[in-house]
């Protein structure tokens, strides 16, 4: 379902040269033998998952799509990310699914909750309020925020049957108010971390609440799990993307850039940002991993890439098939010398602009260019691509020998801040 090119990616050493070292790698991950193998729930998950939660999570998503409009989604990070990548994916910017998702808790903003809380006022609205350490702070106001709102427009009994926790099965501030409340909970597990966690709970029940196929989105990690079970590098395309990353690294290359041509799949890149960015960045290390729509970049970031300074390369996310497509209409007076593509489908130019921009900036420019093409949109390649950079992203990190489950670097910020805010005790 994902096709892996790395024919123009510059690579100036082979492959191979890493192959005994990805087996080595391989069975750390499997075996759970490496740096934080507490936190490798993610990988046997697509066949492991609670059966019975999902089965639960489909029942409460019928049962409160019937009463509401909309669902505030609330977490920040993993907490968040990858159930608005996979909603967006799948269901595109403008969907007719039933519930609107709208997404708090991932802000200061005052300015963003305050217009979020007057669309709302209005409306049915349920809560499922997301964080594995319940702790949170930008997750705590604005949950604190829209249960009272919930809480003061419709009641108690129904707030109470409205707000959903997706949280730590038996600790955490969030999980006793839960317990305390009579909320419906839902479990983020032990062994998986807020950016592995989309295949969870974390993701599972707002993309249920979307209206979308959580089976098929499991069937598909089912499937890449088993595709990308091999510890030969020459059998694995997962595998070889870490390694050419690590190669490309090595060359000098500190930046990456995510390229979709769809619009819909800049949340994608948002998660794919984080699960690199937050897994590899430490010691020193790591590559940047940064993200573009094009051919809308093209017309911003397109003249750095082309000439700009040497530091980054891409990797092309593709997409075989379009959700839908459009056929390019004549015109009789022809004034904007269109009509050579009339007949022909947007799709078709999107393609085109793709090659013509890969040829552009490897050729021309020399930025190396990794391809990825996925089959199509749909919630089981949404499942498949998600176990694909998972595990690429594994294998990546423990390349540069860091661990790719923790993120002390984080702390940093909120320290300070909770010092400047004069919390007790910080
Ligand atoms: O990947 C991570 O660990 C982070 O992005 C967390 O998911 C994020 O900080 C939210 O944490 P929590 O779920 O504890 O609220």
Same mark, same amino acid.
């Given at each position: 379902?994902?096709?892996?090119?790395?024919?123009?990616?510059? *690579?100036?050493?082979?492959?191979?040269?890493?192959?005994?070292?990805?087996?080595?790698?391989?069975?750390?991950?499997?075996?759970?033998?490496?740096?934080?193998?507490?936190?490798?729930? !993610?990988?046997?998950?697509?066949?492991?998952?609670?059966?019975?939660? $999902?089965?639960?999570?489909?029942?409460?998503?019928?049962?409160? &799509?019937?009463?509401?409009?909309?669902?505030?989604?609330?977490?920040?990070?993993?907490? #968040?990310?990858?159930?608005?990548?996979?909603?967006?994916?799948?269901?595109?910017?403008?969907?007719?699914?039933?519930?609107?998702?709208? #997404?708090?808790?991932?802000?200061?903003?005052?300015?963003?909750?305050?217009?979020?809380?007057?669309?709302?006022?209005?409306?049915?609205?349920?809560?499922? $309020?997301?964080?594995?350490? %319940?702790?949170?702070?930008?997750?705590?106001?604005?949950?604190?925020?829209? =249960?009272?709102?919930?809480?003061?427009?419709?009641?108690?009994?129904?707030?109470?049957?409205?707000?959903?926790?997706?949280?730590?099965?038996?600790?955490?501030? *969030?999980?006793?108010?839960?317990?305390?409340?009579?909320?419906?909970?839902?479990?983020?597990?032990?062994?998986?971390?807020?950016?592995?966690?989309?295949?969870?709970?974390?993701?599972?029940?707002?993309?249920?609440?979307?209206?979308?196929?959580?089976?098929?989105?499991?069937?598909?990690?089912?499937?890449?799990?088993?595709?990308?079970?091999?510890?030969?590098?020459?059998?694995?395309?997962?595998?070889?993307?870490?390694?050419?990353?690590?190669?490309?690294?090595?060359?000098? #290359?500190?930046?990456?850039?995510?390229?979709?041509?769809?619009?819909? *799949?800049?949340?994608?890149?948002? !998660? !794919?940002?984080?699960?690199?960015?937050?897994?590899?960045?430490?010691?020193?290390?790591?590559?940047?991993?940064?993200?573009?729509?094009?051919?809308?970049?093209?017309?911003?970031?397109?003249?750095?890439?082309?000439? %700009?300074? =040497?530091?980054?390369?891409?990797?092309?996310?593709?997409?075989?098939?379009?959700?839908?497509?459009?056929?390019?209409?004549?015109?009789?007076?022809? *004034?904007?010398?269109?009509? #050579?593509?009339?007949?022909?489908?947007?799709?078709?130019?999107?393609? &085109?602009?793709?090659?013509?921009?890969?040829?552009?900036?490897?050729?021309?420019?020399? $930025?190396?260019?990794?391809?990825?093409?996925?089959?199509?949109?749909?919630?089981?390649?949404?499942?498949?691509?998600?176990?694909?950079?998972?595990?690429?992203?594994?294998?990546?990190?423990?390349?540069?020998?860091?661990?790719?489950?923790?993120?002390?670097?984080?702390?940093?910020?909120?320290?300070?801040?909770?010092?400047?805010?004069?919390?007790? %005790?910080?």
């Amino acid at each position: 379902m994902i096709k892996l090119d790395l024919s123009q990616a510059k *690579l100036e050493q082979d492959l191979d040269s890493y192959k005994d070292k990805v087996v080595e790698i391989h069975d750390m991950i499997h075996n759970k033998t490496g740096l934080g193998n507490d936190f490798l729930g !993610w990988v046997d998950l697509p066949v492991n998952f609670d059966q019975e939660e $999902v089965a639960a999570m489909k029942v409460k998503a019928e049962e409160l &799509k019937k009463e509401i409009d909309v669902l505030l989604v609330c977490g920040i990070g993993g907490s #968040y990310l990858g159930a608005r990548a996979a909603i967006e994916a799948v269901n595109g910017l403008y969907p007719k699914q039933d519930v609107e998702i709208i #997404y708090v808790g991932n802000t200061f903003s005052p300015n963003y909750l305050q217009q979020v809380k007057d669309y709302v006022s209005d409306k049915e609205f349920a809560i499922n $309020v997301i964080s594995k350490s %319940g702790t949170t702070t930008e997750t705590s106001i604005a949950f604190r925020i829209f =249960k009272d709102l919930l809480e003061q427009t419709k009641g108690k009994d129904v707030a109470q049957r409205r707000i959903v926790a997706t949280t730590d099965k038996e600790k955490g501030a *969030l999980k006793t108010l839960a317990n305390n409340e009579g909320y419906t909970t839902f479990v983020v597990p032990d062994d998986v971390g807020g950016r592995f966690s989309v295949l969870t709970a974390v993701g599972l029940f707002p993309i249920a609440m979307a209206g979308i196929d959580i089976d098929a989105m499991l069937a598909g990690a089912a499937k890449a799990r088993e595709a990308y079970s091999s510890a030969d590098l020459s059998q694995n395309d997962a595998y070889k993307y870490a390694v050419a990353r690590q190669i490309l690294n090595q060359q000098g #290359y500190v930046a990456e850039m995510f390229v979709t041509y769809e619009s819909q *799949l800049a949340m994608v890149a948002e !998660w !794919w940002k984080q699960l690199f960015g937050e897994s590899e960045g430490k010691e020193n290390k790591g590559i940047l991993p940064t993200s573009a729509v094009f051919s809308t970049d093209l017309h911003s970031l397109g003249q750095f890439i082309q000439e %700009g300074t =040497k530091v980054l390369y891409e990797t092309i996310f593709q997409i075989e098939k379009p959700m839908a497509d459009l056929t390019i209409p004549s015109d009789k007076d022809d *004034l904007d010398c269109l009509n #050579y593509l009339a007949g022909k489908s947007v799709d078709f130019v999107n393609k &085109k602009a793709c090659e013509g921009t890969i040829d552009a900036h490897v050729n021309t420019g020399g $930025v190396p260019n990794i391809l990825l093409t996925l089959e199509d949109m749909s919630s089981t390649s949404f499942g498949y691509m998600v176990y694909f950079f998972e595990i690429a992203c594994a294998m990546s990190v423990y390349l540069l020998e860091v661990n790719p489950f923790n993120q002390p670097g984080v702390e940093v910020y909120k320290k300070n801040m909770f010092k400047l805010l004069g919390k007790p %005790g910080a």
